[in-house]
């Protein structure tokens, strides 16, 4: 679970993006929740400048993603430590299913910003998203809550 959403203020900005959802309520009751910032565990300070990531091809660059600061700092190296702790977090607690925050460069389920910090988004995946989802954890946004508890449930009924 993305940190910001039980309340940790570990937003770019200083702040964070408390969801107060039964659901949730339901999974702290149950001692099921384990939260992680990917950009505070990659080394980021919190406040720090808003990011955007750049998705590429290998023959456009040589690197598979880029993200960089409003203020053209490569924060990329940042992000990706940040995704494979929150991976190791996943390995180590068993984890198949996150909720995280929608639109960020880190945590962004289904969508991010373009990567021109015009406000604009656009249909895809943050990096530590991608990571998880990769590595076989059901990724959902926070709007998903419904759609992460129903998956959860097969799962442990299949279990």
Not at 91 to 96: M, P, S
Not at 127 to 144: M, Y
Request: aromatic share 6%.
């Amino acid at each position: 679970m993305s940190a910001c959403l039980l309340g940790a203020n570990v937003r770019y900005h200083g702040g964070n993006a408390r969801l107060l959802h039964p659901i949730l309520q339901r999974w702290a009751d149950e001692g099921r929740l384990v939260s992680t910032c990917p950009e505070v565990a990659g080394g980021l300070t919190t406040p720090r400048p808003a990011a955007e990531v750049r998705w590429g091809t290998g023959e456009q660059s040589e690197r598979l993603l880029i993200v960089r600061t409003s203020d053209g700092r490569d924060v990329s190296d940042a992000f990706a430590r940040g995704a494979e702790e929150a991976l190791a977090v996943a390995r180590r607690f068993r984890i198949r299913v996150a909720v995280l925050k929608d639109g960020s460069p880190s945590c962004g389920a289904t969508a991010i910003f373009d990567g021109t910090f015009s406000g604009t988004k656009v249909a895809g995946e943050g990096v530590t998203a991608a990571l998880l989802r990769a590595n076989g954890v059901h990724v959902f946004s926070d709007t998903q809550l419904d759609q992460a508890a129903s998956v959860l449930g097969a799962l442990e009924a299949g279990a």
